[in-house]
Nanobody, 114 residues
């Protein structure tokens, strides 16, 4: 299983970024996909997830600002991030739980300047 994340970068507060994560090696449409992040000084935390029925969950700190989506044809999960805040700075990872274990992408850095 391979997860390849991209789309991070440097943006000013209030700006937007769109993260992408392309999956290979799994029957993508069957699995819940998730985005996590690790911000400086904190443990890795769940940001949002989307299951095989496209049902979505969000953590309170991103509700109304971030949107998770998936394209099963492209085998890709997205995270549209709007109204970014300096507190959103960190490394963002895509994740799936398949075949009894967690798989992680390599992470993509998001930096939000004030």
């Amino acid at each position: 299983v391979q997860l390849q994340a991209s789309g991070g970068g440097l943006v000013q507060a209030g700006g937007s970024l769109r993260l992408s994560c392309a999956a290979a090696g799994i029957n993508f449409r069957l699995y819940t996909m998730a985005w996590y992040r690790q911000v400086p000084g904190k443990q890795r935390e769940l940001v949002a997830s989307i299951d095989s029925e496209h049902s979505k969950t969000y953590q309170d700190f991103v509700k109304g600002r971030f949107t998770i989506s998936r394209d099963n044809v492209k085998r890709t999960v997205y995270l549209q991030m709007n109204s970014l805040e300096p507190e959103d700075t960190g490394v963002y990872f895509c994740n799936t739980a398949a075949r009894g274990r967690d798989y992680w992408g390599q992470g993509t850095q998001v930096t939000v300047s004030s």
